[in-house]
């Protein structure tokens, strides 16, 4: 059973998120209620003991989550490799085989061509559309 699981489109190991939990919760409701019982004592007016207190909370909410990131480390691995021309035909193959479909490019917007030059991705746009209509 995998312990991995979607959480607000990314996804987490269920056993960290658990501890990260916990770990704030641990630190930051004790370290409200101590704020709230010293600031009650100490200040005369007491909404201004609570939000000191908050204030106090927050912070000790803060701190478990840089303990949690520090604890926690990311399991994704990014790689970034070069991308070539043939890279960019086998995609364009991959889609046109998962019946991807594609407008001829010179039918485009002008900015939207500019920005698959600057992409280098119009002329293999325009290949992949040449041989799909020889094709049909």
């Known amino acids: 059973m995998s312990r991995l699981i979607e959480v607000w489109g990314d996804t987490v190991d269920s056993r960290h998120m658990t501890g990260a939990i916990a770990l704030g919760i641990g630190i930051a409701t004790p370290s409200f209620l ?11 007016d007491q909404s201004l003991a609570q939000s000191y207190a908050l204030l106090v909370g927050l912070a000790a ?3 478990a989550a840089f303990i949690s990131a520090r604890l926690f480390k990311p399991k994704r691995v ?8 043939e890279g960019r ?4 193959a ?4 998962e019946g991807g479909e594609w407008t001829d490019p010179a039918e485009l ?7 698959l030059r600057s992409l280098g991705l119009y002329d293999v746009l325009v290949e ?5 209509e020889v094709s049909a």
């Open 34 to 44: 101590l704020a709230r019982r010293i600031f009650e004592g100490t200040v005369e």
């Open 61 to 63: 909410c803060l701190v």
């Open 78 to 85: 990014v790689t970034e490799v070069e991308s070539t021309l």
């Open 89 to 92: 035909r086998e995609a364009l």
């Open 94 to 97: 991959n889609i046109a085989a």
């Open 109 to 115: 917007d002008p900015e939207v061509q500019e920005e």
């Open 128 to 132: 992949a559309h040449r041989d799909k």
